[in-house]
């Protein structure tokens, strides 16, 4: 079947990620095995970034062709993104709370997490706030386009300018992946890949399934 | 898009300004007081942080006041009118001059009640003045495509602040990392400067942004 290869990829790469990720040897740092949190903590915000590039990436095309299907896609990609967002802090959060003492600190990373949370549902208020489908995807799209761009200006850009973060393996300003030896990394490289495979599948699923919807919608009202 | 019919679009919004006066008191009315209401509640015992973190909070909130009247002042059957007769890109820029003048003033008058009231904590003037400039023009023009695209929805106010605070959050954070540093003392100077720099570059992007999407809101 044409497009089955990669969700099978996908599962076979978690797969590896998740029981690699609970047996392969870590160097001994001042954090210990709770590093191993690296093989799922960043591979959320991978997986993020990767749908919220989707839903960008649908808007443009949206303005470009007015079509209400890359609305759709725009939409649906945006919420599984809020989603691994959220899973991201989730994770961020358990692991902060046993390694620095506290589940927020006032970190760069963090900031930027919270903000790409907030950004997104911003979004969806302004959805909401319009009646007009075409109106509402036209002007959602401009939106988009727009915080997208700041969003990745500011995880991409603040930071690294920044010396002050507590992530560790970040201090030379690449977030997360300093203190990582050759083992960990032949784990974290498929883990990541992994995770962004899975995000937009499961945003490819829920498209086909508000298509459906949509569909089944008009034909009730004819 | 050409400069004749920016400037005349430009010379429009300020006469209307100028003929109802009514945006720029208002604006300066809501930042004299808000100052004074700090001065009440702090009592004049300010640390630089606090100092730096409340007049940028103000100068927020009373810039979001003074542009979000950018797009409804006038009406929508005017917008049509106007639709006819320019394109999009020169009205979003004029905007975008015009508010950017505003936030000038505004910043001025406020950083200006601002140490009358609460006192005066700059060490690095230079530092702190380019950054009061880039921040006012980087609110200014951000401000404006938000108001742009919340003048679209149904409840413009709420839209407005509800819109405009997480895609601010950059340039805020920035802006007040940069004037603390310039309140603290001149030996961060080099780092700082690249701040300034950061600052000119996100303000470059937002009118790219709003220069390409502008013309997607206004048609209708």
Redesign the interface.
């Known amino acids: 079947m044409k497009g089955l290869w990669w969700k099978i990829l996908a599962i076979l790469l978690l797969l590896y990620a998740i029981v690699a990720g609970f047996l392969v040897d870590i160097p001994d740092t001042d954090i210990k095995e709770s590093m191993r949190n690296v093989f799922f903590h960043v591979g959320m915000w991978f997986a993020m970034l990767a749908v919220y590039t989707k839903s960008f990436i649908g808007s443009i095309k949206h303005?470009n062709t007015n079509s209400l299907d890359k609305d759709i896609l725009a939409e649906q990609s945006a919420k599984t993104g809020l989603f691994f967002g959220l899973l991201g802090i989730i994770t961020g959060m358990i692991w902060a709370n046993f390694t620095w003492g506290k589940p927020w600190a006032n970190d760069p990373h963090l900031?930027g997490a919270a903000?790409g949370i907030?950004?997104y549902?911003?979004y969806f208020?302004?959805r909401s706030?319009?009646?007009d489908e075409h109106?509402r995807a036209?002007?959602s799209?401009?939106?988009n386009?727009?915080?997208f761009?700041?969003?990745i200006?500011?995880i991409g850009?603040?930071p690294r300018?920044?010396s002050s973060t507590l992530h560790p393996g970040s201090q030379d300003g690449n977030p997360a992946f300093g203190d990582m030896d050759a083992n960990m990394r032949y784990v974290f490289y498929p883990a990541l890949i992994g995770w962004m495979m899975l995000a937009l599948w499961i945003a490819d699923l829920k498209v086909r399934l508000k298509k459906i919807d949509s569909e089944i919608e008009n034909n009730e009202i004819v | 898009m050409n400069v004749s019919e920016i400037k005349l679009l430009l010379h429009k919004d300020i006469k209307l300004e100028l003929k109802q006066s009514y945006t720029l008191n208002s604006i300066l009315l809501y930042a004299f007081s808000t100052v004074f209401i700090c001065y009440l509640s702090f009592k004049g015992v300010v640390d630089v942080s606090t100092w730096n973190a409340l007049f940028w909070i103000i100068l927020l909130f009373t810039s979001i006041n003074a542009v979000v009247k950018s797009f409804v002042q006038e009406s929508p059957a005017r917008h049509l009118y106007y639709f006819t007769l320019s394109s999009p890109q020169s009205v979003i820029i004029s905007k975008i001059i015009y508010n950017s003048l505003l936030m000038l003033i505004i910043t001025t008058l406020t950083f200006l009640f601002y140490i009358f009231y609460i006192g005066n904590q700059i060490d690095n003037y230079p530092l702190y003045f380019a950054a009061l400039i880039f921040g006012s023009l980087g609110f200014a023009s951000l401000l404006t495509?938000v108001a742009a695209?919340?003048s679209?929805?149904?409840?413009n106010f709420g839209?407005m602040a509800?819109?405009s605070?997480?895609?601010i959050?950059?340039m805020l954070?920035?802006v007040i990392?940069v004037s603390k540093m310039a309140l603290i003392g001149a030996k961060y100077s080099p780092?700082a400067w690249?701040?300034i720099g950061?600052l000119a570059l996100?303000n470059m992007?937002?009118i790219i942004?709003?220069y390409l999407?502008f013309p997607?809101?206004w048609r209708?």
């Open positions: 303005l900031n903000i907030v950004i549902l911003a208020i302004l706030s319009i009646d109106k036209r002007i799209a401009v939106y386009v727009f915080a761009v700041l969003l200006v500011l850009i603040l300018l920044s | 495509m695209i919340s679209r929805s149904n409840n839209m509800i819109l605070f997480p895609i959050m950059p954070i920035t990392i780092v690249q701040y950061i996100l992007i937002v942004l709003a999407l997607y809101l209708e």
